[in-house]
């Protein structure tokens, strides 16, 4: 007999009291458990996902690729092997330090042997063969402070009247200062290659003797901002004046380091509007206010602004715009795609469809064609709507609340309600298919703040991108950036040329 049989009738009863309140204890901490586990499991999945994120399947910039457990981007498949080698192509034109003739040389020194002959003979009277070798070398000067008195005199004219001679250009109203290439160079460190303030004031040290305090070279971004505001304000009317217009924006850490009320971070956004010609920067936030401050908002009306899908892009407070959406950003999220969803074709089917129509408008570009043929337009479209049907047939019903799922769905939806929006460079080749050329003005901004952090002064920090806007506009026109700082110091504003039509 057991020792359940040998119980009885009230102490059984008892005994399933006591194991039923142990069930529904162990319940209760299991269902704990399990929400724990639920949470942890969505948690480990969400840091998978950022740490599958790399600069090919998302906006992340190459440099992190690298980061310690970052997964680097695969391989992108191509729709066909573009059969170009690597390195410098045929026909290419190369660069090289060319000889120059006589007429062309700066100096020109002849040289003879010297001492003595193993004979004992001195060479100075050895009788001459004619030149032997030639070596041309191209060097630079050292570079020194050189301190320059300049005494303005007065005459008296037979009327009376005294005249002064004028100061020499670039200089001030004070008795001493630097010149305008000292100047010149220290703003072109600060904003062309993000060197800080106390690093100028010891490279400045170091090449040319100078030194001029931290507080003198920070206030020159100030001083050379203001005497490029007309370049800056001719810069933005020539954008306003473009058929299409790349934009972008990226976050910035600016101004105090503790978040203003209401806000969760202390940060603020830089916004760039630009061409292949022009390049326009405004410093703000996300907020549609500092939207209508841009460029986008002046443009005539059917002009064409190439960006990413954020939504304040397509707003109507912008103006009467036309769109065409970033496909670089596109062809990150189809990359995403296709390793949230392995078995499936579509994604890569997209990737390839796209960038088979981009190849075809490049193409087309270069002969001088004005849109992209009709009928390798009409081919790529069905392909795209066909690989775009079979992805929202796929996630229509599927319950995926993985990270990226929402984000692959979303741009199905997009690719069905906008193709138009997608697709409209192959319409008129003026159009870019990407914003890249705003990621790459923008570029420098995320090396300046891995470089030098944060910028305090946001004052400060506008000026220096007032600067970078005209630089890169100089740049772009093939204008040396030292010249354009060193005429503005020396009061000659440069202004760049409209664009032809």
Known sequence: MSDLESLSREELVALARRQDAQITTMATQLAVVMEKFEQQAAELARLQHLLSRN???????????????????????????????????????????????????????????????????????????????RYQQHEIPLASVSVVQYDQHAVACGCGRVHTASRPEGAGVGRIEYGPNLRAYAVYLLVVHFVPVHRVVEILASLTGAAPSAGFVHSLLRRAARALATCDFAIRTLITLAFAVCADETP????PSTPAEGKKEAKGYLHVACTDLYTHFLLGDRSMRTFRQTVLADLEPGAVAVHDRYQAYDSAQLGALNHQLCLAHVLRDLASAAELYPDEIWPTQLADELRELIHRANQARMRGETSLPQRIKDLGVRGLRAAARIGLGHTE???????????????????REREKDFLRFTTDLR???????????????????????????????????????????????????????????????????????
């Not at 990270?403 to 692959?408: D, T």
């Not at 891995?450 to 890169?472: E, F, N």
């Open 397 to 415: 019903h599927l319950n995926d609340d993985r990270p990226g799922a929402r984000k692959a769905r979303l741009l199905l939806e997009a690719l």
């Open 252 to 255: 910035l850490k600016v101004g």
């Open 431 to 501: 159009i870019p298919p990407t914003s890249n050329q705003a990621e790459r003005d923008l570029r420098p901004a995320k090396i300046q703040e891995k470089i030098s952090g944060r910028l305090t002064d946001a004052d400060r920090a506008k000026d220096r991108y007032l600067i970078r806007g005209v630089l890169s506009t100089a740049t772009k026109h093939a204008v040396n950036p030292l010249t354009v700082l060193r005429d503005a110091f020396t009061g000659t504003t440069w202004l760049p040329p409209a664009a032809r039509a």
């Open 55 to 133: 600069s090919g399947n998302s906006s992340m910039p190459s440099s992190k690729d690298d980061d310690p457990g970052r997964t680097p981007p695969r391989k992108e498949r191509r729709a066909k092997p573009s059969g170009r080698a690597k390195g410098k192509q045929p026909g290419a034109s190369g660069t090289a330090l060319r000889w120059r003739e006589e007429g062309e040389l700066d100096d020109h020194q002849d040289r003879y042997p010297e001492g003595t002959c193993e004979c004992g003979a001195d060479l100075n009277a050895a009788a001459g063969l004619g030149v032997a070798d």
